[in-house]
């Protein structure tokens, strides 16, 4: 595009305009998948934003939009397509990349449900194809909506679409289905198929799309279905959300009963005994992959027996059942041409090598990530080395290398800036209780660093946090640069803000109007109303995620309660206080550091009482009421015969119960195996409740 500067001359405030006008231009445009650009080009199709958008991110990483195109799946919508949310959250799986992983993940099964050496574990291996996920639901056996995975709570609503697609049956084949079941699969088109669309849309004088999963995006998500049933979508099955019965007892038979009632199921799908046969069919793929006639980029793994799926559950958001194999990531080598600084949104300071573009898998690379000062020490990297780079997936690539170390040229070796780029604030590697120094260095600067300034307000706004519909990185960068918002408790006071800077009314700046106005000021009152977990993981603290925030909320329920506890544990130096935290099962030392020294700084303090003033926070998820154990705190110790330690906590964890590693006067059950000693004795001296395990299973059987 003819007038463009080239990606690595971009200043930063070039840089975020960039960013805002491509986001702009690639939501108009019919197509989902974005990815990066390369400035050299002079025709203006859709594969060179694209393109020129992910440059534009891999070297400005912190300036990465909340609504970045360069998102897959877990973006949500454009305008036009309405909101379904998932009956089951449609999560993510871990990924195991090497055969250690896979022998690691039956491990791990065997030892989670307690399994004798034995015992077969059968798994199921899949191709694991690359294209857009699709939930379909399905009413006495009638097609009544259809959702993309979206964040993977709330999808767009693509019914329309999704009914043109010759492999998606609008009524159910055969019988035996739920009267209500959400089938889930993968939306893709085949290689033939996607060199015909391209050679079309050539003749046709219109952009051509960079793969075949961002072409199968783009045409699932048309806003005239009658172009999206001209497009050769196809259509896997391979699993369920939301079913109203169980209608099988494996994956396997799962899968059949999915080709029984008319969906397209994968013939390489297959039932394995052994990591062994695994493998096999791992590399079996591997080699098949070419031929195919469809992208895959990997084999996802199973648990076959449906009640073990259950008994597993999941963790974080991917189920313990099952795994995706990735297939070996691709290589190139280039040259280091620059190492610059980023500061993210937690202070962290990243070095990243600008690189000599070259195209690795079909993706023009010119940055590379280089972790923290003792990766770059070990890879002993400097400007103007060659080295090997490798690409996985979406993600920014990563050096492994240097392929010439024994040059006489070299540079001198680089070293790390004790003074964060932004602020000039100190930047530290902190110590922890233990002594060891953190591999990253962090700015001290917090809120007055610009860097973490914006990119916690983008944080708190975004779709993981607060979710404020149209209040995105643009409007984040905006009035922050005016002065308007400064801190998350400014968001809930944009109106009154404009007005006291003696700014014009917001429906008179450029960009807005009477109705995005009247929009966005609605979209935050809207907000005002917070759920305890997404409050807690849009303040940013750093250790203190999604998992870790939704485990506070259903842990404490009520936010007063919690942070009483946070303030307590915050103004006892004899760290006794902060047990109420430290011992809910999956809340570690870390986390809870970074709360109390959240909570002990003034301007948090002042900033958090303003904007509860601003909020309210909503009741964490109240466990389930039938439950005997529901919000009890419950301790187990000794060895547990019938199940194991993992299945025992995730169990109780299942009926509202929190679990906790130590006794204390807060425990109400203490579960006692055969060893049982020192949690023993205290919950007998604190009167509390002790149970065998046959009492605990007799009390719980049956939920």
């Not at 590693?661 to 000693?677: E, F, Q």
């Amino acid at each position: 595009m003819n007038g463009e500067i080239a990606v690595e001359d971009l200043s930063e405030d070039q840089a975020r305009k960039e960013l805002a006008r491509l986001a702009t231009e690639i939501k108009l445009a019919d197509a989902a998948y974005y990815v990066e650009d390369d400035p050299h080009l002079t025709d203006a199709d859709y594969d060179a934003l694209r393109k020129r958008n992910l440059a534009i991110e891999a070297a400005f990483p912190h300036l990465k939009r909340s609504d970045s195109p360069s998102d897959a799946v877990g973006v949500m919508g454009r305008d036009g397509f309405g909101k379904i949310e998932h009956g089951v959250p449609m999560l993510s799986l871990d990924n195991a990349f090497n055969d250690e992983d896979v022998h690691e993940f039956v491990a791990r099964i065997r030892r989670f449900l307690g399994l004798p050496e034995d015992q077969r574990v059968d798994v199921t291996a899949e191709p694991k194809i690359d294209g857009l996920s699709l939930s379909l639901t399905y009413e006495n056996g009638v097609l009544q909506k259809a959702a993309t995975r979206g964040d993977g709570r709330v999808g767009e609503d693509v019914t329309a679409n999704a009914r043109t697609l010759d492999d998606v049956p609008n009524q159910l084949a055969g019988d035996g289905w739920p009267s209500k079941i959400e089938v889930r699969g993968e939306v893709y088109i085949g290689s033939d198929d996607f060199a015909a669309l391209n050679a079309a849309e050539e003749a046709a004088g219109r952009k051509t799309y960079m793969n075949p999963r961002n072409a199968a995006a783009g045409g699932l998500r048309q806003k005239d279905p009658a172009v999206t049933a001209k497009r050769p979508l196809k259509f896997f099955a391979y699993a369920w959300g939301e079913v109203s019965e169980a209608f099988a007892e494996t994956q396997n038979g799962a899968v059949t009963a999915l080709a029984k009632w008319g969906f397209q199921t994968n013939d390489l799908f297959d039932s394995h005994d052994s990591v062994d046969g695994l493998l096999a069919a791992y590399r079996d793929m591997i080699e098949r992959r070419a031929a195919l006639g469809y992208d895959i980029d990997g084999v996802v793994y199973k648990v076959d027996r449906l009640d073990w799926q259950e008994r597993l559950g999941f963790v974080s958001r991917a189920p313990r059942w099952a795994i995706a194999h990735k297939f070996p990531a691709e290589k190139a080598v280039t040259t280091i041409e620059a190492i610059d600084i980023q500061v993210g949104r937690t202070g962290s300071l990243t070095p990243v090598a600008r690189l000599r573009p070259i195209t690795v898998g079909g993706v023009v690379v010119s940055n590379a990530t280089l972790h923290n000062e003792e990766e770059i020490e070990r890879l002993d990297v400097r400007v103007g080395d060659q080295v090997e780079i490798q690409r996985a997936g979406d993600v920014i690539p990563q050096v492994l290398r240097v392929t010439d170390p024994d040059r006489s040229d070299r540079s001198e070796p680089f070293e790390m800036p004790h003074a964060c780029p932004e602020c000039g604030s100190e930047a530290v590697r902190e110590v922890d209780d233990k002594g060891k120094e953190d591999v990253r260095r962090r700015c001290t600067g917090g809120l007055i660093c610009p860097a973490q300034a914006v990119e916690r307000l983008k944080h708190f706004v975004s779709r993981k946090a607060l979710d404020i519909d149209g209040f995105g990185a643009k409007q984040i960068e905006l009035f922050y640069e005016r002065g308007i918002v400064k801190g998350p408790q400014h968001v809930f006071q944009l109106e009154r803000r404009v007005a006291e800077a003696g700014f014009d009314p917001l429906s008179q700046w450029e960009g807005f109007g009477d109705v995005s106005a009247a929009k966005l000021f609605a979209a935050i009152d809207e907000k005002r109303e917070a759920p305890f977990g997404r409050f807690l993981n849009g303040l940013g603290i750093r250790h203190v995620g999604q998992t870790t925030s939704d485990l506070f909320s259903r842990t404490f329920v009520k936010w007063d309660e919690f942070w009483r506890a946070v303030e307590a544990a915050r103004d006892d130096p004899d760290g006794v206080e902060e047990q109420a935290l430290t011992s809910i099962d999956g809340i570690g030392a870390a986390a809870v550091g970074s709360l109390k020294a959240f909570a002990s700084e003034p301007h948090n303090q002042e900033m958090m009482a303003e904007l509860l003033r601003e909020m309210t926070i909503l009741d964490g998820e109240a466990p389930a009421s039938e439950s005997p154990v529901a919000g009890k705190t419950v301790v187990f110790t000794g060895s547990l015969e019938a199940m194991t330690r993992d299945e025992a906590k995730a169990r109780a964890t299942s009926l509202g119960a929190k679990v906790s590693g130590s006794v204390s006067g807060r425990t109400d059950i203490l579960v006692a195996g055969p060893g049982a000693g020192s949690k023993l004795k205290k919950a007998q001296e604190l009167g509390v409740t002790v149970m065998t395990e046959a009492e605990w299973i007799d009390l719980v059987s049956g939920l």
